[in-house]
Each structure stands twice: as structure tokens, then as C-alpha cells.
């Protein structure tokens, strides 16, 4: 073996060294050392290697995370020991009789000393290492037997792919994987801003994430593990179950150890349950009661288990979060895209100690589902979310005088008309003047990436809106220096140098008004590639659907999205006045022409003549598109030096391969031999 290939495994590893313990460091333990961009930084090093030498990737290699082609099933595995259920209780006098048993069955009085553990409402899961790597993931599945999803397990973050420090030959984890509640609503947000059907809680889409057949969708999911213990080890293991924990962290697996409590009695045991029911709603993930087990390791062996349930553990249930109320009336609430979504207004009633008059109804595709009208006697849960959700109407308590909720035809905020388009689960407002979604577009528009205003942050922002000296990002472009000066904090230079970034932004690069602009579906990316290829505002403007759908990238939904906002008089108005007011984007250079139409390039290995970016844009200038991989539909790869299994595929399947040189030529000269 040559040196520079020494020198290369040497690198690739002291690399996969670092970003394993940052990954541990940030996922299974809360205390991240370094910043997301130098975490980015150093995982782009690692891809590069591998790209360039393919036999340096491995099935523990951090960069296994992101997913892989769909399976067409998962198959069926045995755990090492069998998945059991946990027998339930439901109050403290339970809790007694479980301790009174156990101390039958041993034959003694003294007290017996219980680990409490927050039951987390998720999906368990069985993890196997050998020699310290991750080779399987399965689902709990009948207890024996379970779905084999190691693909998916690989891409959660918190999951550690190598083991660290005396890690045992063999071991097999138990855990429960679930999604913590600020990274649910996000996705949530996200879906509705998507058009999508939201989620009906945390554990369904964890369950739903688990199963994927694609590990690319999973990778998409914010999910994350706590584990709480072992169904087979080689070697000796500690002696109690809370020291078999903390072990397991140790070796860098994640353990939510700080939430674990040492009981010395059921007595502590049952404080311990009614502490946790006081702050189940100020945790950051859904719990639903408490798991009690005897700490001793060698107490649990000796107790044994039943025919389902181990004798030495219980689940306390919490109480029910649910209430029956009626549903007085329904509001309509505009969000930041325009999403108009059905809120309930409901007779107060008392949930687990807090009064709720005001539940989510999601959409309508909800409200069909659920069959509800105005009127009807509902069942409410406070599930741990900002607002609770109806799970149940009772019909047979129905009087005949019930109303069905309308669907909206006019924004309630503006009066603008509203459309819910072909697949969609809510109908949206458009108008740029919205003044429900005005904050978040005045700070869209202000935003970095977009016209870069700087300093209008949120509080200028709110101090802007609480003064109605705005009601479209066109005012911006009005303000005067004394109507600053009513603003808290605000002096003669801040003033000057927040008007001086206004005037700056008058001219930004069309993409990035375009972007700013806010319009349905057009990301950066879409501005990109719209103010490529149209060049000014004005074009883009007039081009119809049929232009629009001529360009590779933008399919139907982009195309009527762009139609339609250009076609609003609001909108138009609004436009006008950005235009009066000096508001002039800088044309993009238009495209050299569309030789390129339709063609795909693929770039690969070590580029030294130009960047990635770089070839990628010279093949968009000439309207080709650039892809990450390598399949029937690829025309053209560009190989620079240490090119591995792209090229190698591309040869496989036929595909003209480009040298640098012969890819610069090419794109002047259209030689095409």
C-alpha cells in the first residue's frame, strides 16, 4: 500500500473520529463544542474523501446518515431476548400493591430501592453492536420477533454508529425513538405551508418515520432515542440498572439520565409520579407516565418475568387529559404563507387542571374525517402542544341543530379571495397587503438572503406595525427620518444608518427580489432560475404557464403559484409602487442561449480547472441542469482527478464522459464528438 493512500486512510479516519464525538457531543449529550458550520465543514472533507476513494466508506462511516435507495419490504428478525410489555397502574395505591408483591415473592419487608424513569410516548426499538458497530435496527414487533429497519436507524443522529471507550464484544440496546414537541410543530408548520396534511401527534409520525421504505424520507425526520436498557450483553454488566445507564452513555449511547430519579422506597416512588404529573407540560417531549423498576440488577433476575411482563418493572399511567365540551363556533386564522386554518371555539372546560376553550381543527380533510359541526359534543385531550386537539365527536348526542362548518371563499383578514389548490388540504390568501401575514413578509423581505435590510429586525418590525406606519413592503420605502424617531431607543444616527440600508437595498439582484417577494413554492433556487431565465421583472411578469413549464425545473405547481401572484391587482399595485418608489432589481444576465435545453451533467472527483458551482452554473447559463448522481436519465459526466463510483457507473451504463478540458471545450464550442 502506497503512502499517499496511508496518508489518505489516516485522514479519513481521524476525521470520522472527530465527527463521531461531535455528533455525541451534540445529540447524546446536549453539549456541542463546535458550530453547525464547522460540523458542516468538516463532514464536506469526509464526503470528498470518499467520493474520490469509494473503499474508504463503510457502514459506520458518518456519512451513512442521510438515507439510501427504497426498499421493497423489511424482513423479520429475533431479538436476543424477548421485547415484553410492562403490566400498568393507574394511582399510588397501585404502586403499593406492585411493591407489596415484589417483596412477597423475595420473601422480605426491608424497603426495596425502584429507578423512576419518564415513560416517553414513542416507538421502541432494539439496536445491535458487534465490536462496538451498529449492524441492526428492528422494531419491537410481537416481542419475539421484529421489522428489521437498520437503514432507517442509521440516519438518526442521537444513534451512535461506533461504540466508544470498553464497549462489550456484543450488546444489545433497547431504546424508544421518538420526536421531541418544538421539532413536531416545525414540521407540522412546515406541511401546512406545504399544502400537506399535518400530523396528528409525535408518536404517529415517529411510528410512520420507522417504517419508511425509503431511508431518504426517514433522514428527513427530527427523530431522536432515549435508551433504557439491554436485552443482551457479553461480559459482566454493572449492578444496578441506573449504573447500567449511565455505563451505556458512557459508551455513547443516548440516555436521558438526568430525568432518572433513585427511589429508596415506593413511597419516593409515588412523589416521584405525582412531581412528574405537575410537569408533564413543561417537558419538551410527550411523556405518559412513569416506569418503575428495581434498581438491582440481580433482584431483577432473580424476580424473573410472567408470561408477558416482567415482574419487576410497571408502567404508572398518568391521568386522562381528556374532557367532554361543545363546540360553540369556528374562527379562521391566516398564517404567515397565507394558510387559513379552522380553529374551534369551545364551551370552557377543565383538562387535567388547566380550562381550554380553543382546540386545533387542523384543515378540512380534518374536518371531513372527523364528520364535526358546529354545535356537536366533542371529546378534547390536551396532548402537550400549544393547543389541544378534538379526538372524538359524539353523534348520538347530536339535537338536529347542528351546523356545518363553511369553507372560507374570502380571506378574513383582508377580504382577498381565497383558492385551495388541487391537492391541498387548506385554501390560502395571496395579497400581498395581508395584514395577517405582513410581519413575517416584511421580515421575509428584509431577510439576508433576500434584500438584505439591515437592521429591520423584529422589534423595528413590531415597532413599524404597532405604529401603522406600514401595510405593505412598499412603505418601507416611504419612511421618514422623524417617524423613526418615535421608536424606543431610536437616535439621529440609527436613524440615518437604518434609511441608508432601505435606499442600499433599491437595487438587489433580481433573484433576490424575487425571492424576497415571497411567492408560493419560489425558493431561492426557483428565483434563481426564473430570473436566469427571463432576465427582468418585467418578463416574468407577462410569461404565461406555458413558458414557465418549459423550463426544466418548474413543474405545475410553481408555474400557477407565479401566474397567479402576478395576476392579483393587489399584487400588481403593490409591484407598481415598489416601482415608482426607485425600487430597481438588477437584471440578470440573460441566459447564452438554451443549446443545453433538457440536458443532464453530473460532476465528479477532485475539479482543479474550475469549482463544482461553478461547472454546475455554466451548464445552467445554457439552460442544462446539474444532478448529484448518476442514473439513465444522466447525458453527460464531467470526471476530474480521483473520480470513483460515479464514473465508474456512468462508464457502466454508456454515458459520455468529459475530462475538464474537453467540458470548457464543449461549453464554447457546442463540439459535441
Known sequence: MSKTTDSVRQQHASLSEQLHRHNRLYHGLDQPEISDAEYDRLM???????????????????????????????????????????????????????????????????????LCEMKLDGVAVALTYEAGKLVRGATRGDGSRGEEITRNIRTIGSIP???????????????????????????????????????????????????????????????????????????????????????????????????????????????????????????????????????SRSLQQELGEKSRTPRWAIACKFPPRQAETVLESVRFQVGR??????????????????????????????????????GDRVVVERAGDVIPDIVKVLRKKRSGTEQVIPEPTECPACGSPVSREAGEVVPRCQGLSCPAQLKESLKHFCARRAMDIDGLGDRIIDQLLRLELVNSVADLYQLQKEQLFQFERMGEKLAEKLLTAITASKQRPLERFLFGLGIRHVGSHVAKVLSRRFGSLDALAAADAEQLLAIHEIG???????????????????????????VAPIPSEQPLGDRLQGK?????????????????????????????????????????????????????????????EEFLSYIKQGDDS
Open 337 to 374: 404563507t397565507g394558510a387559513i386554518t379552522p380553529v374551534a371555539n369551545l364551551k370552557p372546560v377543565s383538562v387535567s387542571g388547566v380550562t381550554v376553550s380553543s382546540a386545533s381543527l387542523h384543515n378540512w380533510d380534518e374536518i371531513e374525517r372527523l364528520g364535526i359541526r358546529i
Open 44 to 114: 464536506q472533507q469526509l464526503l470528498a474523501l470518499e467520493a474520490q476513494f469509494p473503499e474508504l466508506i463503510s457502514n459506520d462511516s458518518p456519512s451513512q446518515r442521510v438515507g439510501s435507495e427504497p426498499l421493497d419490504s423489511f424482513s423479520s428478525v429475533s431479538h436476543a431476548s424477548p421485547m415484553l410489555s410492562l403490566e400498568n397502574a393507574f394511582n399510588a395505591e397501585q404502586l403499593r400493591e406492585f411493591d407489596a408483591r415484589i417483596k412477597r415473592f423475595l420473601s422480605r419487608e426491608e424497603a426495596i430501592e425502584y
Open 161 to 295: 454508529l461506533r461504540l466508544q471507550d470498553d464497549f462489550p464484544p456484543r450488546l444489545e440496546v433497547r431504546g424508544e425513538i421518538y420526536m421531541e414537541l418544538a421539532a413536531f410543530r416545525k414540521l407540522n408548520e412546515q406541511r401546512r405551508e406545504e399544502g400537506e396534511a399535518t400530523f396528528a401527534n409525535p408518536r404517529n409520525v415517529t411510528a410512520g418515520s420507522l417504517r419508511q421504505l425509503d431511508s431518504k424520507l426517514t433522514a428527513k425526520r427530527p427523530l431522536t432515542i432515549s435508551c433504557y436498557g439491554i436485552g443482551a450483553i457479553e461480559g459482566s454488566e454493572p449492578q444496578s440498572h441506573y449504573q447500567l445507564l449511565a455505563t451505556l452513555r458512557r459508551w455513547g449511547l443516548k440516555v436521558n439520565l438526568e430525568t432518572l430519579r433513585v427511589a429508596g422506597d415506593i413511597e419516593a416512588v409515588i412523589d416521584r409520579y405525582q412531581e412528574l404529573i405537575e410537569l408533564r407540560d413543561q417537558l419538551p417531549y410527550e411523556i405518559d407516565g412513569m416506569v418503575v423498576k428495581v434498581n
Open 600 to 660: 443532464v451533467f453530473v460532476f465528479t472527483g477532485a475539479l482543479e480547472r474550475f469549482s463544482r458551482k461553478e461547472g454546475e452554473a455554466l451548464v445552467e447559463a445554457q439552460g442544462g441542469r446539474a444532478s448529484g448522481s448518476v442514473s439513465k436519465k444522466t447525458d453527460y459526466v464531467v470526471a476530474g482527478p480521483g473520480a470513483g463510483s460515479k464514473l465508474a457507473k456512468a462508464e457502466q451504463l454508456g454515458i459520455k464522459v468529459f475530462n475538464e
Open 556 to 582: 405545475p405547481q410553481v408555474a400557477d403559484s407565479v401566474t397567479r401572484f402576478f395576476a392579483d391587482p393587489r399584487n400588481q399595485e403593490i409591484l407598481a409602487r415598489l416601482r415608482q418608489l426607485g
